[in-house]
């Protein structure tokens, strides 16, 4: 009974994910309140779990808090960034059509000095001259015709400037705009970059911290293992729960594609399926920088999306056919629970988030809850 309830959030979860379309025909408002709701479910759940098997020290809990927060962080830059990416973007528009607004204006400005000096050629009193002048009234009427035409041409030259010029004042006050949010987005930037460096310098003591606890290799992998237990029956309930929805999850075909999917991030395999040493012997470890960006491998619908002792920050896709894979050890996350995504979506970054020494991707591939090998799955290089 208690097993049952604390994975209730999980069943809500992927009640929610997979609910027939009349969910979709909800209120927006509604629909989005009870996202939130099943968020903090979700939340709360996770934080007994720490509080109880998956953290079984201080100094996991304290590995937990940091690298969450590391993420946090991430993802934050990443928006500031991809703000600032598009605000330098915009600016950059706004210029090249001032300067076309000015090139235009400037035109305008040399078409009326010519109608202006045409105008002045005629003299200071055109008009008087022509009624008294006696000619010939087929030419008064032409040379009025013409007189008409110029003043009109100069109004609409004068019109033009006028709508320039506010045109002009227009895009220096949006580039002014754009300029002071940059300069915000600079500074906020910058706090970002030092809380990183903090909370990187804070994960590094923890780890430190929970190396430091080991009297041997031999405990460190028990502890490893533990951890691997744990994280198994946490897996075993999500598909449990999965496995009772009313809605079955629906095909994406993945099981026709099987050979030939990408791989999530490119890197050399630094540890093989069944390479047994602690968690990581149901998948494969792929080295590569951290931040490099993971993708997904096939479309499917995200699951799971948190941080899981011994797998760090860890995202579960479900591809349908009970087909899962799982990504390990992320910088951050680019995708959150219920999201769909498609093959080749971004959905994390690259890390070394559970205490790992160094930057990897851990990938799995389960089906109906067993794990396989993945590199049956990917395609061959």
Not at 109 to 122: I, P
Request: hydrophobic share 35%; proline share 3%.
């Amino acid at each position: 009974m208690q097993r049952t309830r604390r994975y209730s959030a999980v069943a809500v979860l992927l009640a929610l994910c997979y609910a027939p379309a009349g969910l979709a025909q909800q209120d927006e408002s509604t629909a989005r309140q009870q996202l939130d709701a099943i968020g903090q479910e979700i939340k709360s759940v996770a934080e007994r779990l720490t509080s109880t098997g998956q953290a079984r020290d201080s100094a996991g809990r304290e590995l937990r808090e940091v690298e969450t927060e590391l993420a946090a962080t991430h993802q934050r830059l990443d928006v500031l960034q991809a703000e600032r990416r598009q605000l330098n973007d915009e600016t950059t528009q706004l210029l090249e059509h001032r300067d076309r607004l000015e090139a235009e204006r400037a035109s305008q400005y040399a078409a009326l000095g010519q109608q202006l000096s045409a105008l002045y050629r005629l003299g200071p009193t055109p008009q008087l001259k022509l009624l008294l002048n006696q000619g010939n009234p087929a030419e008064l009427d032409r040379m009025q015709a013409y007189m008409n035409r110029l003043t009109e041409a100069r109004n609409r030259r004068l019109n033009d400037i006028a709508r320039l010029d506010t045109a002009l004042a227009d895009t220096q006050n949006a580039l002014s705009e754009r300029q002071a949010r940059l300069d915000l987005l600079a500074e906020e930037l910058e706090d970002q970059s030092a809380l990183l460096a903090q909370r990187t310098t804070e994960r590094r003591g923890v780890v430190s911290n929970l190396d430091d606890r080991y009297g041997s290799e031999e405990e460190r992998l028990a502890d490893l293992n533990q951890s691997r237990e744990e994280a198994e029956s946490v897996l075993r309930n999500i598909q449990a729960e999965m496995a009772k929805l009313a809605e079955p999850t629906p095909t994406t075909h993945i099981v026709s594609t099987r050979g030939d999917l990408p791989w999530p991030v490119q890197g050399s395999i630094s540890s093989d399926f069944h390479y047994r040493d602690g968690v990581h012997y149901n998948g494969i470890v792929i080295q590569a920088s951290a931040g490099t960006p993971v993708t997904a491998v096939h479309s499917g619908r995200v699951v799971f999306a948190d941080w899981m002792r011994g797998f760090g920050n860890l995202l579960i896709i479900d591809h349908g056919d009970q087909i899962m894979t799982l990504h390990a050890h992320l910088q951050q996350f680019s995708a959150r629970p219920g999201q769909q995504v498609n093959r080749g979506d971004e959905i994390g970054r690259v890390g070394d988030s559970g205490g790992q020494s160094r930057a990897a991707l851990y990938f799995e591939v389960r089906r109906g809850g067993e794990p396989i090998n993945p590199q049956r799955w990917i395609a061959r290089r």
